[in-house]
C-alpha cells in the first residue's frame, strides 16, 4: 500500500524545505504559528521545570509535533469529544486549555486541570471538549469510540478524536476499536502520531511495515498518510476527514509521520541507550522543524518580518513563565483530597 510513502515521509533528509502556504489567508498562518510555540514553549517549559526538580512525576514530551494537534483542532468543535495518551500536552493547550492550569496540574496544585491529581498524563478540560488522557497505552482508544457512538445516538454530529502513537496499535484493545467503529458506522478520527519510536524501541524493531494505516485498509476505513510536520496539510487533510466522518457517521483514519526531540520521558534524548537513535538523527530532525518550516515560509511571502517573528516568540515566553511562576506558587490540593477525589462520599467533603 502506501509504505513507501511512509517510508520517504520517515526520512529526515525530505521534507526540510517551508511549507507551501499557497492560498492560505494570514490570519490562518499567524494562528497556526501562535498555537504551535505557545505548545513547543509550554513543554520546554516544562522540560526545564523537570530537569531542575520542580516536578514529581514523569513528562513525556512532544516537542517537535506540534503540528498535528493545531493543524487537527481548527476542525473541530467544543462539543466533539477529544481524548489522549501520556503525551498529550499538545492535544488539551491546542483545544484552548488554559496554560496555568495544565502547569498547575502537572506540579500536583489545586488549580489544575485535573485538581491537581493527575499529573502530566491525567488531563481533562471537558468544557473544551478534551475528555482525558490516561498512561495506559490504547487506554483511551475504546472510550473515544463510546463518546463518539454516543454522539451519533444523540443527533448531535459530533465526533470523537483518539490520539495514539505507532506503539498503540500493538494492542489488542486498538483493533478491537477499529472493527466496532466501522462495523457500527461510529463517527471517529483514529489518529496515530507516528514518531517511529514506542518508548526506545524503534518501529523497524517492532512491525513488519513502517505505515500502521494498514489496519485502517483492512477495516474498509477511509484513511490518509501525512507530512505530520506540515501543518497546513495536517489540517487540510484533517478537514477533509472530519467532514467525511461527520456527513456519513463513519470512523476515519489519519497516520501523521513526525518525529519527539526529547526522549520517551522527561527531558532526555535518549541517545545511546541502546537503539538507534543518533546525535545526527535528532539533528537531521530538527531540521523538519514545524515551526520553523511554517516561520520561513511566512518571512517569504511577507506575513510577518523577523522582527514580528523575534516580538511574538518573547510574547509567548513571558506569557509562560507568567504562568509557570503562579502554578509553583499556587496551593496543593487539601489532605482532604486524596480520599474525597476517589471515592463519591460525603463523609469525605
Known amino acids: 500500500m502506501d509504505d513507501f510513502l511512509l517510508q520517504e515521509l520517515s526520512d ?5 524545505e517551508p511549507i507551501s502556504i499557497e492560498n492560505i489567508d494570514s490570519d490562518t498562518l499567524i494562528r497556526y504559528l501562535n498555537g504551535m510555540l505557545r505548545i513547543r514553549y509550554a513543554e520546554r517549559r516544562l522540560a526545564r521545570g523537570k530537569k531542575e526538580g520542580d516536578i514529581g512525576g514523569p513528562v513525556h514530551l512532544g516537542v517537535g509535533q506540534e503540528a498535528i494537534a493545531v493543524g487537527i483542532s481548527g476542525n473541530l468543535r467544543k462539543t466533539d469529544r477529544i481524548f489522549g495518551a ?29 485538581r491537581g491529581m493527575g499529573g502530566s498524563m491525567h488531563l481533562w478540560d471537558q468544557a473544551n471538549g478534551f475528555y482525558g488522557s490516561v498512561p495506559i497505552v ?20 459530533d465526533v470523537g478524536v483518539i490520539y495514539l502513537g505507532d506503539g498503540a496499535v500493538e494492542e489488542g484493545v486498538v483493533h478491537e476499536s477499529l472493527n466496532l467503529a466501522r462495523v457500527m458506522g461510529v463517527p471517529v478520527l483514529f489518529v496515530v502520531e507516528n514518531n517511529l519510536f514506542a518508548s526506545h524501541m524503534h518501529i523497524s524493531l517492532r512491525q513488519p511495515k513502517y505505515a500502521t494505516a494498514r489496519f485502517a485498509v483492512a477495516n474498509d476505513m477511509l484513511y490518509e498518510i501525512v507530512d505530520g510536520n506540515d501543518v497546513v496539510k495536517m489540517h487540510q487533510t484533517s478537514k477533509n476527514l472530519i467532514s467525511y466522518a461527520r456527513t456519513n457517521s463513519m470512523p476515519v483514519f489519519l497516520e501523521a509521520v513526525t518525529y519527539r526531540w526529547y526522549g520517551h520521558v522527561d527531558w532526555r534524548e535518549d541517545i ?75 463523609m469525605y467533603d
Open 272 to 346: 545511546d541507550v541502546g537503539v538507534n537513535r543518533s546525535e545526527e538523527e535528532v539533528a537531521a530532525w530538527r531540521k523538519r522543524d514545524p515551526v520553523a518550516r511554517l516561520v520561513c515560509a511566512m518571512l517569504a511571502r511577507g506575513v510577518y518580518s523577523e522582527d514580528d517573528i523575534e516580538s511574538l516568540e518573547l510574547r509567548i515566553e513571558k506569557e509562560t513563565e507568567i504562568a509557570w511562576q503562579q502554578a509553583k506558587e499556587s496551593h496543593y490540593p487539601p489532605h482532604s483530597a486524596l480520599l474525597g477525589r476517589v471515592y463519591a462520599s460525603k
Open 138 to 157: 490504547s487506554g483511551t482508544v475504546p472510550l473515544a469510540v463510546g463518546a463518539a457512538l454516543a454522539a451519533k445516538l444523540q443527533n448531535t454530529e
Open 12 to 16: 529526515p533528509d525530505h521534507f526540510q
Open 86 to 114: 501520556h503525551r498529550s500536552h499538545s492535544h488539551v493547550l491546542s483545544m484552548g486549555a488554559d496554560l496555568y492550569r495544565l502547569f498547575a496540574e502537572v506540579l500536583g496544585k489545586d488549580d489544575g486541570l485535573s
